[in-house]
Protein backbone atom coordinates (compact mmCIF):
# COMPACT_ATOMS: atom_id res chain seq x y z
CA UNK A 1 0.00 0.00 0.00
CA UNK A 2 1.22 4.04 -0.73
CA UNK A 3 2.60 5.79 2.05
CA UNK A 4 0.39 8.61 3.81
CA UNK A 5 1.92 11.78 4.67
CA UNK A 6 1.16 12.76 8.55
CA UNK A 7 -1.17 15.57 6.92
CA UNK A 8 -2.86 12.93 4.58
CA UNK A 9 -3.42 10.80 7.81
CA UNK A 10 -4.91 14.48 9.50
CA UNK A 11 -7.05 15.03 6.46
CA UNK A 12 -8.19 11.10 6.55
CA UNK A 13 -8.97 11.67 10.36
CA UNK A 14 -10.92 14.64 9.58
CA UNK A 15 -13.23 13.02 7.04
CA UNK A 16 -13.09 9.46 9.11
CA UNK A 17 -16.82 10.05 9.29
CA UNK A 18 -17.79 10.31 5.50
CA UNK A 19 -15.74 7.34 5.42
CA UNK A 20 -17.58 4.97 7.37
CA UNK A 21 -21.09 6.31 6.09
CA UNK A 22 -21.45 3.55 3.78
CA UNK A 23 -22.28 0.98 6.81
CA UNK A 24 -24.55 3.61 8.60
CA UNK A 25 -26.58 4.88 5.24
CA UNK A 26 -27.00 0.86 4.13
CA UNK A 27 -29.31 0.27 6.62
CA UNK A 28 -30.82 4.22 6.50
CA UNK A 29 -30.05 5.12 2.65
CA UNK A 30 -30.93 4.23 -0.75
CA UNK A 31 -30.01 4.54 -4.25
CA UNK A 32 -29.63 8.14 -5.79
CA UNK A 33 -32.54 7.82 -7.89
CA UNK A 34 -34.91 6.58 -4.79
CA UNK A 35 -33.66 9.30 -2.68
CA UNK A 36 -36.36 12.33 -2.79
CA UNK A 37 -33.48 14.98 -2.73
CA UNK A 38 -32.66 13.64 -6.26
CA UNK A 39 -35.88 13.07 -7.66
CA UNK A 40 -37.16 16.58 -6.16
CA UNK A 41 -33.92 18.21 -8.49
CA UNK A 42 -34.27 16.22 -11.21
CA UNK A 43 -38.24 16.60 -11.12
CA UNK A 44 -38.22 20.20 -10.82
CA UNK A 45 -40.29 23.02 -12.36
CA UNK A 46 -37.57 24.64 -14.24
CA UNK A 47 -40.11 27.52 -16.05
CA UNK A 48 -40.13 31.01 -14.88
CA UNK A 49 -42.92 32.65 -12.85
CA UNK A 50 -43.18 36.06 -12.62
CA UNK A 51 -39.75 38.50 -12.19
CA UNK A 52 -36.95 36.04 -12.19
CA UNK A 53 -33.49 37.12 -10.07
CA UNK A 54 -30.33 35.00 -9.20
CA UNK A 55 -28.36 33.65 -6.14
CA UNK A 56 -25.16 32.44 -6.72
CA UNK A 57 -23.58 30.35 -3.82
CA UNK A 58 -19.90 29.24 -2.92
CA UNK A 59 -18.82 27.67 0.38
CA UNK A 60 -17.22 30.85 1.65
CA UNK A 61 -13.83 29.26 2.93
CA UNK A 62 -12.71 32.27 5.50
CA UNK A 63 -9.64 34.86 4.55
CA UNK A 64 -8.79 34.75 8.28
CA UNK A 65 -9.03 31.61 10.22
CA UNK A 66 -12.44 31.36 12.14
CA UNK A 67 -13.55 28.77 14.24
CA UNK A 68 -17.06 29.17 13.95
CA UNK A 69 -16.53 28.17 10.04
CA UNK A 70 -15.17 25.02 10.36
CA UNK A 71 -17.29 24.00 12.94
CA UNK A 72 -20.24 25.14 11.20
CA UNK A 73 -18.88 22.24 8.11
CA UNK A 74 -18.11 19.78 10.32
CA UNK A 75 -21.04 19.35 12.31
CA UNK A 76 -23.02 19.63 9.16
CA UNK A 77 -21.45 17.11 8.03
CA UNK A 78 -22.04 15.19 11.27
CA UNK A 79 -26.01 16.41 10.75
CA UNK A 80 -26.48 15.45 7.08
CA UNK A 81 -24.59 12.23 6.99
CA UNK A 82 -25.11 10.35 10.55
CA UNK A 83 -28.23 8.39 12.34
CA UNK A 84 -28.63 9.47 15.62
CA UNK A 85 -27.35 6.19 17.30
CA UNK A 86 -23.92 7.31 15.76
CA UNK A 87 -23.74 11.02 16.87
CA UNK A 88 -24.11 10.52 19.99
CA UNK A 89 -20.58 8.21 19.89
CA UNK A 90 -19.25 10.95 17.91
CA UNK A 91 -19.86 14.32 18.80
CA UNK A 92 -18.70 14.73 22.18
CA UNK A 93 -17.38 17.01 24.43
CA UNK A 94 -14.68 16.00 26.69
CA UNK A 95 -12.63 18.81 27.43
CA UNK A 96 -10.76 21.65 25.17
CA UNK A 97 -8.37 19.43 22.78
CA UNK A 98 -4.77 20.75 22.30
CA UNK A 99 -1.98 20.60 20.36
CA UNK A 100 1.75 21.85 19.59
CA UNK A 101 2.22 23.11 16.54
CA UNK A 102 5.18 22.14 16.39
CA UNK A 103 4.59 18.71 16.62
CA UNK A 104 1.09 18.26 14.86
CA UNK A 105 1.21 14.81 14.00
CA UNK A 106 3.18 13.03 16.94
CA UNK A 107 1.64 9.47 17.84
CA UNK A 108 3.09 9.23 21.05
CA UNK A 109 3.15 10.91 24.28
CA UNK A 110 6.17 14.52 24.71
CA UNK A 111 6.34 17.20 26.72
CA UNK A 112 5.01 20.01 24.30
CA UNK A 113 6.63 23.69 24.08
CA UNK A 114 3.61 25.25 23.36
CA UNK A 115 -0.35 24.18 23.13
CA UNK A 116 -2.95 25.91 21.00
CA UNK A 117 -6.53 25.51 21.26
CA UNK A 118 -9.13 25.88 18.37
CA UNK A 119 -9.29 29.28 18.68
CA UNK A 120 -5.56 29.31 18.03
CA UNK A 121 -5.29 30.87 21.88
CA UNK A 122 -1.71 29.48 23.56
CA UNK A 123 -3.39 29.87 26.66
CA UNK A 124 -7.00 29.99 29.00
CA UNK A 125 -9.36 33.18 29.75
CA UNK A 126 -7.09 33.75 32.92
CA UNK A 127 -4.09 33.99 30.56
CA UNK A 128 -2.47 30.55 32.05
CA UNK A 129 -0.43 28.81 29.05
CA UNK A 130 -2.26 25.65 28.69
CA UNK A 131 1.29 23.77 29.13
CA UNK A 132 1.39 24.65 32.67
CA UNK A 133 -2.14 23.03 33.47
CA UNK A 134 -3.31 19.91 34.16
CA UNK A 135 -3.71 18.30 30.55
CA UNK A 136 -3.57 14.63 29.92
CA UNK A 137 -2.46 12.76 27.24
CA UNK A 138 -4.56 11.12 24.12
CA UNK A 139 -3.22 8.53 21.75
CA UNK A 140 -4.47 8.67 18.17
CA UNK A 141 -7.33 6.27 17.30
CA UNK A 142 -5.53 4.47 14.92
CA UNK A 143 -1.61 3.25 13.88
CA UNK A 144 0.43 6.39 12.44
CA UNK A 145 -2.38 8.58 13.54
CA UNK A 146 -1.99 11.96 15.60
CA UNK A 147 -2.40 12.50 19.15
CA UNK A 148 -3.18 15.08 21.21
CA UNK A 149 -3.59 16.47 24.48
CA UNK A 150 -7.04 17.39 26.49
CA UNK A 151 -7.58 20.02 29.39
CA UNK A 152 -11.04 17.80 30.73
CA UNK A 153 -13.25 20.81 30.79
CA UNK A 154 -15.80 20.98 28.80
CA UNK A 155 -16.31 23.97 26.25
CA UNK A 156 -19.18 22.71 24.66
CA UNK A 157 -17.43 21.55 21.02
CA UNK A 158 -16.92 18.18 19.96
CA UNK A 159 -13.49 16.53 20.41
CA UNK A 160 -12.83 15.38 17.00
CA UNK A 161 -14.21 18.88 15.39
CA UNK A 162 -11.53 20.91 17.69
CA UNK A 163 -8.68 18.50 17.14
CA UNK A 164 -9.08 19.18 13.04
CA UNK A 165 -9.51 22.81 13.61
CA UNK A 166 -5.83 23.44 15.39
CA UNK A 167 -4.40 21.83 12.39
CA UNK A 168 -6.40 24.59 10.28
CA UNK A 169 -5.09 27.06 12.53
CA UNK A 170 -1.97 26.02 13.31
CA UNK A 171 -0.60 24.56 9.93
CA UNK A 172 -2.60 25.56 7.27
CA UNK A 173 -3.49 29.17 8.12
CA UNK A 174 -0.09 29.97 9.67
CA UNK A 175 2.09 28.97 6.83
CA UNK A 176 0.12 31.14 4.12
CA UNK A 177 1.19 34.91 3.94
CA UNK A 178 -0.19 37.05 5.76
CA UNK A 179 -2.34 34.47 7.06
CA UNK A 180 -4.50 35.00 4.54
CA UNK A 181 -6.36 32.25 2.72
CA UNK A 182 -7.43 33.72 -0.99
CA UNK A 183 -10.57 31.86 -1.92
CA UNK A 184 -12.80 34.27 -0.86
CA UNK A 185 -11.02 37.10 -2.57
CA UNK A 186 -10.71 34.68 -5.94
CA UNK A 187 -14.62 34.02 -6.02
CA UNK A 188 -15.36 37.39 -5.92
CA UNK A 189 -13.62 37.83 -9.04
CA UNK A 190 -15.45 35.50 -10.61
CA UNK A 191 -18.82 36.35 -9.04
CA UNK A 192 -17.62 40.29 -10.71
CA UNK A 193 -17.68 38.82 -13.93
CA UNK A 194 -20.68 36.53 -13.72
CA UNK A 195 -22.88 39.54 -12.81
CA UNK A 196 -21.41 41.95 -15.56
CA UNK A 197 -21.97 38.80 -18.01
CA UNK A 198 -26.07 38.61 -16.56
CA UNK A 199 -26.34 42.53 -16.55
CA UNK A 200 -25.22 42.11 -20.61
CA UNK A 201 -28.00 39.61 -21.79
CA UNK A 202 -30.59 40.52 -18.57
CA UNK A 203 -30.43 44.04 -17.70
CA UNK A 204 -31.63 44.73 -14.17
CA UNK A 205 -32.11 41.46 -13.17
CA UNK A 206 -31.38 40.90 -9.20
CA UNK A 207 -28.31 38.89 -8.86
CA UNK A 208 -27.05 38.20 -5.06
CA UNK A 209 -24.36 36.11 -4.20
CA UNK A 210 -23.98 33.95 -0.62
CA UNK A 211 -21.81 31.69 1.25
CA UNK A 212 -23.31 28.26 1.91
CA UNK A 213 -21.91 27.86 5.56
CA UNK A 214 -23.17 31.55 6.27
CA UNK A 215 -26.79 31.06 7.05
CA UNK A 216 -26.63 34.77 7.51
CA UNK A 217 -25.26 35.26 4.39
CA UNK A 218 -27.94 33.48 2.91
CA UNK A 219 -30.98 34.76 4.75
CA UNK A 220 -29.49 38.71 3.18
CA UNK A 221 -29.17 37.49 -0.02
CA UNK A 222 -32.38 35.83 -0.25
CA UNK A 223 -33.77 38.73 1.98
CA UNK A 224 -32.53 41.30 -0.68
CA UNK A 225 -33.92 39.47 -3.98
CA UNK A 226 -37.63 39.22 -2.00
CA UNK A 227 -37.28 43.33 -1.75
CA UNK A 228 -36.60 43.36 -4.96
CA UNK A 229 -39.90 41.91 -6.06
CA UNK A 230 -38.49 38.38 -7.45
CA UNK A 231 -40.64 36.06 -7.58
CA UNK A 232 -38.49 33.12 -9.08
CA UNK A 233 -35.25 32.41 -7.36
CA UNK A 234 -32.73 31.04 -9.60
CA UNK A 235 -29.91 29.09 -7.72
CA UNK A 236 -26.20 28.14 -8.81
CA UNK A 237 -23.63 26.90 -6.85
CA UNK A 238 -19.98 26.44 -7.74
CA UNK A 239 -19.31 22.48 -7.23
CA UNK A 240 -18.75 21.00 -10.33
CA UNK A 241 -20.38 17.78 -9.60
CA UNK A 242 -23.42 18.38 -7.11
CA UNK A 243 -23.61 15.57 -4.27
CA UNK A 244 -26.17 14.88 -1.65
CA UNK A 245 -23.78 15.62 0.73
CA UNK A 246 -22.68 19.50 -0.32
CA UNK A 247 -25.96 20.48 -1.91
CA UNK A 248 -28.99 18.79 -2.33
CA UNK A 249 -29.28 17.36 1.06
CA UNK A 250 -27.87 20.08 3.06
CA UNK A 251 -27.58 23.44 1.09
CA UNK A 252 -31.10 23.73 -1.52
CA UNK A 253 -32.82 22.37 1.71
CA UNK A 254 -30.80 25.53 3.65
CA UNK A 255 -32.08 27.86 0.64
CA UNK A 256 -35.92 26.53 0.62
CA UNK A 257 -36.13 27.05 4.36
CA UNK A 258 -34.97 30.90 3.79
CA UNK A 259 -36.79 31.14 0.86
CA UNK A 260 -40.16 29.69 2.87
CA UNK A 261 -42.79 29.67 0.11
CA UNK A 262 -42.41 33.44 -0.45
CA UNK A 263 -40.42 32.76 -3.83
CA UNK A 264 -40.69 30.37 -6.38
CA UNK A 265 -36.82 27.50 -6.23
CA UNK A 266 -35.55 26.37 -9.62
CA UNK A 267 -31.85 25.08 -8.93
CA UNK A 268 -29.50 25.19 -12.20
CA UNK A 269 -27.97 22.18 -13.79
CA UNK A 270 -24.47 21.79 -11.67
CA UNK A 271 -21.78 23.99 -13.71
CA UNK A 272 -19.53 20.66 -14.70
CA UNK A 273 -21.61 20.05 -17.56
CA UNK A 274 -20.96 22.75 -19.35
CA UNK A 275 -17.85 23.00 -21.79
CA UNK A 276 -17.65 26.43 -21.34
CA UNK A 277 -17.25 25.98 -17.83
CA UNK A 278 -14.41 23.15 -18.48
CA UNK A 279 -12.42 25.11 -20.85
CA UNK A 280 -11.02 26.90 -18.07
CA UNK A 281 -9.30 23.69 -16.90
CA UNK A 282 -8.43 22.61 -20.60
CA UNK A 283 -6.72 26.08 -21.49
CA UNK A 284 -4.79 25.63 -18.10
CA UNK A 285 -3.87 22.20 -19.44
CA UNK A 286 -2.68 23.71 -22.72
CA UNK A 287 -0.75 26.48 -21.55
CA UNK A 288 1.23 23.87 -19.24
CA UNK A 289 1.90 21.86 -21.60
CA UNK A 290 2.57 24.40 -24.04
CA UNK A 291 5.63 25.49 -22.14
CA UNK A 292 7.27 22.04 -22.70
CA UNK A 293 9.53 20.79 -25.37
CA UNK A 294 7.31 19.73 -28.35
CA UNK A 295 9.29 16.05 -27.64
CA UNK A 296 8.37 15.44 -23.94
CA UNK A 297 5.61 12.60 -23.17
CA UNK A 298 2.70 13.70 -20.69
CA UNK A 299 0.82 12.01 -18.42
CA UNK A 300 -1.81 14.45 -17.60
CA UNK A 301 -3.90 14.24 -14.22
CA UNK A 302 -7.39 15.39 -13.99
CA UNK A 303 -7.48 15.61 -9.57
CA UNK A 304 -10.64 15.69 -7.72
CA UNK A 305 -10.96 15.67 -4.32
CA UNK A 306 -13.06 12.33 -4.18
CA UNK A 307 -16.15 10.73 -2.11
CA UNK A 308 -16.69 7.41 -0.79
CA UNK A 309 -19.34 4.87 -1.99
CA UNK A 310 -22.51 5.13 -0.45
CA UNK A 311 -25.64 4.39 -0.71
CA UNK A 312 -28.39 7.23 -0.67
CA UNK A 313 -25.36 9.65 -2.37
CA UNK A 314 -25.67 11.30 -6.09
CA UNK A 315 -22.52 12.63 -6.46
CA UNK A 316 -21.99 9.07 -8.13
CA UNK A 317 -24.54 10.34 -10.84
CA UNK A 318 -23.39 13.89 -11.53
CA UNK A 319 -19.61 13.27 -11.20
CA UNK A 320 -19.46 11.50 -14.53
CA UNK A 321 -20.47 13.81 -16.99
CA UNK A 322 -17.92 16.11 -15.73
CA UNK A 323 -15.16 14.12 -15.65
CA UNK A 324 -15.92 12.71 -19.07
CA UNK A 325 -16.63 15.77 -20.39
CA UNK A 326 -13.40 17.42 -19.46
CA UNK A 327 -11.45 14.23 -20.72
CA UNK A 328 -13.17 14.94 -23.77
CA UNK A 329 -12.57 18.47 -24.02
CA UNK A 330 -9.00 18.10 -22.83
CA UNK A 331 -7.94 15.11 -25.82
CA UNK A 332 -9.47 17.85 -28.27
CA UNK A 333 -7.33 20.66 -26.74
CA UNK A 334 -3.88 18.47 -26.00
CA UNK A 335 -4.24 17.29 -30.40
CA UNK A 336 -0.53 16.88 -31.35
CA UNK A 337 0.82 16.55 -28.63
CA UNK A 338 2.01 13.27 -26.50
CA UNK A 339 -0.02 13.51 -23.47
CA UNK A 340 -2.12 10.78 -21.71
CA UNK A 341 -5.13 11.92 -19.49
CA UNK A 342 -6.75 9.83 -16.52
CA UNK A 343 -9.10 10.86 -13.36
CA UNK A 344 -7.91 10.40 -10.80
CA UNK A 345 -9.08 11.49 -6.84
CA UNK A 346 -7.00 12.53 -4.21
CA UNK A 347 -9.53 11.14 -1.07
CA UNK A 348 -11.47 7.79 -0.99
CA UNK A 349 -9.61 5.96 -3.92
CA UNK A 350 -6.53 4.24 -1.78
CA UNK A 351 -6.81 0.50 -1.00
CA UNK A 352 -8.52 1.16 1.99
CA UNK A 353 -11.23 3.24 1.24
CA UNK A 354 -11.55 1.16 -2.77
CA UNK A 355 -10.71 -2.53 -1.81
CA UNK A 356 -12.02 -3.39 -5.49
CA UNK A 357 -9.80 -0.98 -7.43
CA UNK A 358 -12.62 0.50 -8.86
CA UNK A 359 -11.12 4.18 -8.30
CA UNK A 360 -7.39 5.70 -9.49
CA UNK A 361 -5.85 7.73 -6.85
CA UNK A 362 -3.82 10.33 -7.51
CA UNK A 363 -1.13 8.34 -5.93
CA UNK A 364 -1.43 5.91 -7.85
CA UNK A 365 -1.63 7.57 -11.07
CA UNK A 366 1.74 9.40 -10.23
CA UNK A 367 3.31 6.22 -9.20
CA UNK A 368 1.91 5.00 -12.90
CA UNK A 369 3.38 7.89 -14.63
CA UNK A 370 6.70 7.90 -12.72
CA UNK A 371 7.10 4.18 -13.66
CA UNK A 372 6.09 4.18 -17.10
CA UNK A 373 9.10 7.18 -17.45
CA UNK A 374 6.74 9.89 -18.24
CA UNK A 375 8.73 13.64 -18.67
CA UNK A 376 6.04 15.57 -17.32
CA UNK A 377 3.57 14.56 -14.91
CA UNK A 378 0.94 17.82 -14.90
CA UNK A 379 -1.90 17.55 -12.26
CA UNK A 380 -4.54 19.90 -12.70
CA UNK A 381 -7.08 20.24 -10.12
CA UNK A 382 -10.67 19.94 -11.39
CA UNK A 383 -12.73 20.48 -8.89
CA UNK A 384 -12.05 23.61 -7.61
CA UNK A 385 -12.31 27.30 -9.56
CA UNK A 386 -10.02 28.71 -6.75
CA UNK A 387 -6.77 28.06 -4.39
CA UNK A 388 -8.33 26.94 -0.92
CA UNK A 389 -6.94 24.56 1.79
CA UNK A 390 -7.76 21.54 -0.21
CA UNK A 391 -5.84 22.46 -3.63
CA UNK A 392 -2.80 24.56 -1.40
CA UNK A 393 -2.35 21.79 1.25
CA UNK A 394 -4.54 18.58 1.39
CA UNK A 395 -3.96 17.41 -2.70
CA UNK A 396 0.13 18.08 -2.30
CA UNK A 397 0.77 16.41 0.61
CA UNK A 398 -1.63 14.12 0.39
CA UNK A 399 -0.38 13.41 -3.47
CA UNK A 400 3.43 14.31 -3.06
CA UNK A 401 4.15 13.56 0.53
CA UNK A 402 5.72 10.02 -0.13
CA UNK A 403 8.13 12.36 -2.75
CA UNK A 404 9.52 14.40 -0.21
CA UNK A 405 6.79 17.42 -0.84
CA UNK A 406 6.92 19.43 2.37
CA UNK A 407 6.34 23.58 3.54
CA UNK A 408 9.72 24.19 5.26
CA UNK A 409 8.18 27.93 6.15
CA UNK A 410 5.34 30.18 4.84
CA UNK A 411 3.44 29.22 1.16
CA UNK A 412 5.13 30.46 -1.46
CA UNK A 413 2.15 32.07 -3.09
CA UNK A 414 2.69 35.80 -3.36
CA UNK A 415 0.82 36.14 -6.68
CA UNK A 416 -2.50 35.05 -5.87
CA UNK A 417 -4.11 36.62 -8.85
CA UNK A 418 -2.83 33.54 -10.86
CA UNK A 419 -2.83 29.56 -10.16
CA UNK A 420 -0.63 27.97 -7.45
CA UNK A 421 1.70 26.08 -9.02
CA UNK A 422 4.08 22.86 -7.53
CA UNK A 423 7.17 21.71 -9.64
CA UNK A 424 9.33 18.80 -7.94
CA UNK A 425 11.39 15.98 -9.91
CA UNK A 426 11.32 12.55 -9.45
CA UNK A 427 14.22 10.98 -11.19
CA UNK A 428 13.61 11.87 -14.95
CA UNK A 429 10.36 12.77 -14.56
CA UNK A 430 8.84 16.11 -13.55
CA UNK A 431 5.51 16.48 -11.56
CA UNK A 432 3.95 19.66 -12.05
CA UNK A 433 0.55 20.55 -9.79
CA UNK A 434 -0.72 23.30 -12.00
CA UNK A 435 -3.24 24.64 -9.16
CA UNK A 436 -6.71 25.77 -10.01
CA UNK A 437 -8.27 27.97 -12.66
CA UNK A 438 -7.50 31.34 -11.27
CA UNK A 439 -6.78 35.09 -12.72
CA UNK A 440 -7.15 35.69 -16.27
CA UNK A 441 -8.09 34.06 -18.77
CA UNK A 442 -9.57 31.71 -17.08
CA UNK A 443 -11.52 33.26 -14.70
CA UNK A 444 -13.28 34.06 -17.80
CA UNK A 445 -14.26 30.91 -18.86
CA UNK A 446 -15.49 29.91 -15.55
CA UNK A 447 -17.28 33.06 -15.04
CA UNK A 448 -18.91 31.96 -18.93
CA UNK A 449 -19.71 28.48 -17.48
CA UNK A 450 -21.68 29.78 -14.23
CA UNK A 451 -23.62 31.83 -16.50
CA UNK A 452 -24.50 28.85 -18.85
CA UNK A 453 -25.88 27.74 -15.90
CA UNK A 454 -27.93 30.26 -15.16
CA UNK A 455 -29.12 31.38 -18.51
CA UNK A 456 -30.40 27.86 -19.44
CA UNK A 457 -33.20 28.44 -16.72
CA UNK A 458 -33.87 31.92 -17.48
CA UNK A 459 -33.84 31.52 -21.23
CA UNK A 460 -35.88 28.09 -20.31
CA UNK A 461 -33.72 26.41 -22.80
CA UNK A 462 -33.37 22.69 -22.89
CA UNK A 463 -30.93 21.44 -19.85
CA UNK A 464 -27.83 19.58 -20.87
CA UNK A 465 -26.92 15.97 -19.43
CA UNK A 466 -26.09 16.38 -16.07
CA UNK A 467 -25.89 12.99 -15.00
CA UNK A 468 -25.11 9.89 -15.68
CA UNK A 469 -28.94 8.48 -14.91
CA UNK A 470 -31.60 7.43 -17.26
CA UNK A 471 -33.63 9.98 -14.93
CA UNK A 472 -31.87 12.98 -16.66
CA UNK A 473 -32.16 11.99 -20.51
Given at each position: ?T????VSL??R?Q?M?????A?????C?G?????ES?????G????????A???L???G????Y???????Y?????D??F???A?WI???D????????????A???F??????D?????S??????Y?E??????????????????????NG????????????VA?D?AK????????R??QL?ID??????LA?E?P?????????F????I???????L???V??????D????Y??L?Q???L?V??A??V?????????P??G???S??????Q??RD?V?A?????R???????H?M???K????????????????????EA????D????VA??DF?????????????????I?M?IS????H??MVL?D?L??N?DS???S???S?GE????YE?EV?Y?EQD??????MT?????I?V?????G?P???HL???I?D????????Q?WP?????????
Open positions: MSISPQRFFLVAVLVFLTAGDPEESYINYMQDTSIEGKGVLTSMLPETEFGFFDRLHHIFVAPWYKIMRSGIVLRDPQSLFSEEKPTTLVCYGKSNAQGTPTLAVEWKPPRQEGGAGHFLLPQKHVDIIEKVAVKMLYMPGKVMPTKQAKEVARLQFGIPFETAFSYPNSEAAVSKLAAGETIVVTVFPASSELDSFLIETNDRAKLVFTNIAFPFRKAYTLAEALPESSNLIILTRGPEMGEAYPLFAPVHAQGMTRDMTLKGTSKIVDTAEDDDDPDNLRLAATEAAGEGYDIIVFTETIFARYELYGFAGPTRPYRTTQGKTTIAGTPVEYRNAQGFAMATVLREEQVTNSLTSQ
